[in-house]
């Protein structure tokens, strides 16, 4: 379950939301040194005149991961440009999408759609991180989702600073390169925005129930992302994933839509470098696998 909710982390942060200008701002823990050693998965698609390579990215680190080398770094030196889930967006930008899509209609308040229960749990659960209790009622369940995540991870000292979109991000800008995205951020918000009420609820309350463990389930993550794992790392990415049409809008559609831009963007001279969430990258229906479905081959490079 928690891979569901991590996808989007990036694109959301990025657009400095309203309601995290209440988070509190005490100094995060540190967490603790990760190991030198780093070789996250890389796979590569190719003909005669066009190489695309495919990186699986984490959306947010620990300090001290040295994970920019080797063939992953000279992969992103030879690329013509960075292809991401969505091209470099302004702050103005993503906020009035963040508007559109993620604030109840007037005259709606999250914690009045909530039961009794719901609601105690809900407050008590922002009271434990110093949070406004009415810090989320002007919002959708499926956004303080998606920011209730994140508390314990940048309190163990996570940050999207230390993320791979970031780092890619600045590298690209560095080399003037361009940058073009496979989604918009409307499109990748309004998949979320799309559930029913009754779901983006009770998801809200998965992620409340997980936030004790999250800190670990991500430790987790990193570790077999460090290490190449992909299999493990899509299982425990996309683990619990019981309902089909969030399974199908947030993972399989996409996949399937990211392998025809691929096998369609090998009709164009170049090299092309595609950094998407390492979730869509392992596991049974994979990118990898819709390729393999279209007849495009892909090999581990990484």
Same mark, same amino acid.
């Given at each position: 379950? =928690?891979?569901?909710?991590?996808?989007?982390?990036? +694109?959301?942060?990025?657009?400095?939301?309203?309601?995290?200008?209440?988070?509190?701002?005490?100094?995060?823990?540190?967490?603790?040194?990760?190991?030198?050693?780093?070789?996250?998965?890389?796979?590569?698609?190719?003909?005669?005149?066009?190489? =695309?390579?495919?990186?699986?990215?984490?959306? $947010?680190?620990?300090? @001290?991961?040295?994970?920019?080398?080797?063939?992953? /770094?000279?992969?992103?030196? #030879? /690329?013509?440009? &960075?292809?991401?889930?969505?091209?470099? =967006?302004?702050?103005?930008?993503?906020?009035?999408?963040?508007?559109?899509?993620? %604030?109840?209609?007037?005259?709606?308040?999250?914690?009045?759609?909530?039961?009794?229960?719901?609601?105690?749990?809900?407050?008590?659960?922002?009271? !434990?991180? @110093?949070?406004?209790?009415?810090?989320? *009622?002007?919002?959708?369940?499926?956004?303080?989702?998606?920011?209730?995540?994140?508390?314990? &991870?940048?309190?163990?000292?996570?940050?999207?600073?230390?993320?791979?979109?970031?780092?890619?991000? !600045?590298?690209?800008?560095?080399?003037?390169?361009?940058? %073009? @995205?496979?989604?918009?951020?409307?499109?990748?918000?309004? +998949?979320?925005?799309?559930?029913?009420?009754?779901?983006?609820?009770?998801?809200?309350?998965?992620?409340?129930?997980?936030?004790?463990? %999250?800190?670990?389930?991500?430790?987790?993550?990193?570790?077999?992302?460090?290490?190449? *794992?992909?299999?493990?790392?899509?299982?425990?990415?996309?683990?619990?994933?019981? *309902?089909?049409?969030?399974?199908?809008?947030? &993972?399989?559609?996409? !996949? #399937?839509?990211?392998?025809?831009?691929? #096998?369609?963007?090998? /009709?164009?001279?170049?090299?092309?470098?595609?950094?998407?969430?390492? @979730?869509? $990258?392992?596991?049974?229906?994979?990118?990898?696998?819709? $390729?393999?479905?279209?007849?495009?081959?892909?090999?581990?490079?990484?």
């Amino acid at each position: 379950m =928690i891979g569901r909710f991590l996808a989007p982390l990036a +694109l959301l942060l990025s657009t400095a939301a309203p309601a995290q200008q209440s988070l509190p701002t005490e100094q995060p823990v540190v967490a603790e040194p990760v190991p030198a050693e780093v070789h996250p998965a890389l796979w590569r698609v190719a003909d005669e005149d066009t190489t =695309i390579y495919l990186f699986g990215t984490i959306h $947010l680190l620990p300090q @001290g991961l040295n994970w920019f080398q080797g063939p992953l /770094a000279d992969a992103f030196a #030879k /690329a013509d440009e &960075l292809v991401t889930e969505i091209p470099e =967006i302004d702050p103005q930008t993503g906020q009035a999408v963040l508007l559109k899509r993620g %604030i109840l209609p007037a005259g709606q308040s999250l914690r009045d759609q909530m039961s009794p229960k719901q609601r105690t749990q809900f407050e008590k659960t922002l009271g !434990n991180y @110093g949070m406004p209790l009415a810090a989320f *009622d002007r919002f959708k369940p499926w956004y303080a989702a998606v920011v209730l995540s994140t508390l314990p &991870l940048q309190r163990k000292g996570y940050s999207l600073a230390n993320g791979v979109e970031a780092d890619l991000a !600045n590298r690209n800008l560095e080399l003037k390169r361009p940058r %073009i @995205g496979l989604e918009t951020l409307d499109y990748q918000l309004g +998949l979320f925005d799309a559930f029913p009420a009754k779901v983006q609820r009770r998801y809200l309350f998965e992620v409340i129930a997980a936030l004790p463990e %999250i800190d670990k389930d991500v430790g987790e993550m990193v570790e077999a992302w460090r290490v190449g *794992d992909a299999a493990k790392l899509a299982t425990l990415m996309n683990a619990d994933q019981d *309902d089909p049409a969030m399974v199908k809008a947030l &993972l399989t559609n996409r !996949n #399937k839509a990211w392998a025809q831009w691929i #096998k369609a963007r090998l /009709a164009r001279p170049g090299v092309a470098f595609i950094a998407v969430g390492a @979730g869509h $990258l392992g596991g049974k229906g994979s990118v990898q696998d819709q $390729l393999q479905a279209l007849g495009v081959k892909s090999s581990r490079v990484q």
